[in-house]
C-alpha cells in the first residue's frame, strides 16, 4: 500500500454536489492492492449494467483511475463506500492496484453514503432505491424528515418510492427492468391487491401510460350497473390527504360509513402524522 500526495486538479474533477467524494484537505491517495478491497453487503446497488463496465475498463486502460474510490479500513481488508463499479472495471482491466481513500465511518454514515453516493449518480433501479430508504429508516432508525435531508429528496418523494414495495414481487420486476415506471407502481397502489397484478401486466403489454393506468379505475365493471362515481372522488380524496400527510392513506365507505387507514412507518413518523392532524 502506497501513500500518494494528493493533486491540486484532482478535486476539480469531482463534481460539487457528490458530498460522498468532495476530496478533503486532510486526505491521502493511497495504492491499495485490488485484492485486498471488497463491496459493502449493504450496497443498495445489486446490478452492475456489463456494457457500461466494458466502456469504464476500456478508459481505465487507457487512462487510468482518474478518481480514488472512498474505503474504510476493516479487520480483512478494505470495504468499498464508495467506487465499486471503478473497482469491478479496474479488476477486468487487470489492475494490481487501485487509488484510494481510507476513511473512517460507523455503519449509519456508511450506508448513508453509500446510498447518497447511487441517488446522485442515478446508479439505482427504482425498486433497489425504495430498499435502500427503507433500509435506513427500519435499520439505522433515521426519521423521513433526516432522511429526506440527507438525500435530497422530499419526504413526499421518499414515502411513495418505499410504499412501491407493497407491491407483489412480479410487479417489482415489472419496475426494476424498465416495462413499468414508479409513477405505474404509485397508481397500482390505489387498486384492490388482487387487481393489481392483472392490471400490471396489461400496462406493460399494452404499454399503456401512467394516465392510462390510472383512468381504469374510472371503467364501470361489467357486473356493475352504473358508473362508481364515488370511488373516484374517494381516490381523489385519498390522493390528497396522501400528499398532505406524506404517507399512505385508504379511505374504505361501506353502507354511507366507513373508516380511514393511515400508514406510519415508525414512532417518529407517527407523531410527525399526528402533528400535522393538530395543525
Known amino acids: 500500500m502506497k501513500k500518494r500526495a494528493l493533486g491540486k486538479g484532482l478535486g476539480a474533477l469531482i463534481p460539487d ?32 449494467d456489463e456494457s457500461k463496465l466494458e466502456a469504464l475498463k476500456d478508459s481505465i486502460e487507457v487512462n487510468g483511475v482518474i478518481q480514488p474510490i472512498i474505503v474504510t479500513r476493516e479487520s480483512k481488508g478494505f470495504q468499498i463506500i464508495a467506487g465499486e463499479r ?17 476513511r473512517t465511518y460507523d455503519d449509519l454514515k456508511k450506508a448513508e453514503i453509500s446510498i447518497i453516493e447511487n441517488v446522485q449518480r442515478d446508479n439505482l433501479n427504482p425498486v433497489e432505491e425504495a430498499l435502500a430508504y427503507k433500509l435506513l429508516l427500519t435499520n439505522y432508525q433515521l426519521t423521513q424528515n433526516d432522511l429526506s435531508k440527507s438525500v435530497g429528496k422530499s419526504r413526499p418523494y421518499i414515502t ?34 388482487e387487481k393489481q397484478t392483472g392490471l400490471a401486466r396489461r400496462a406493460a403489454r399494452e404499454n399503456w401510460s401512467v394516465r392510462s393506468l ?25 390522493e390528497m390527504i396522501q400528499d398532505q400527510l406524506g404517507t399512505r392513506v385508504q379511505i374504505k365507505l361501506k353502507n354511507k360509513k366507513g373508516n380511514i387507514q393511515i400508514d406510519f412507518y415508525d414512532e417518529s413518523d407517527l407523531e410527525r402524522i399526528v402533528k400535522l392532524l393538530l395543525k
Request: include cysteine; proline fraction near 6%; charged fraction near 35%.
Open 214 to 238: 390510472e383512468n381504469q379505475a374510472k371503467k364501470p365493471e361489467k357486473r356493475q350497473n352504473k358508473p362508481q362515481k364515488v370511488d373516484l372522488e374517494v381516490r381523489k380524496l385519498e
Open 86 to 102: 471503478r473497482w469491478r472495471s479496474a479488476r477486468k482491466a487487470g489492475l494490481t492496484e487501485i487509488p484510494c481513500i481510507v
Open 160 to 193: 411513495n418510492m418505499v410504499r412501491l414495495l407493497d407491491l407483489d414481487e412480479e410487479i417489482l420486476e415489472m419496475i426494476k427492468s424498465g416495462e413499468l415506471t414508479p409513477g405505474h407502481g404509485k397508481a397500482l397502489l390505489a387498486y384492490p391487491k
Open 17 to 48: 454536489g457528490d458530498i460522498s467524494e468532495q476530496i478533503l484537505e486532510s486526505d491521502q491517495i493511497l495504492q491499495v492492492s485490488i485484492d485486498d478491497i471488497y463491496p459493502n453487503r449493504n450496497q443498495p446497488r445489486k446490478t452492475f
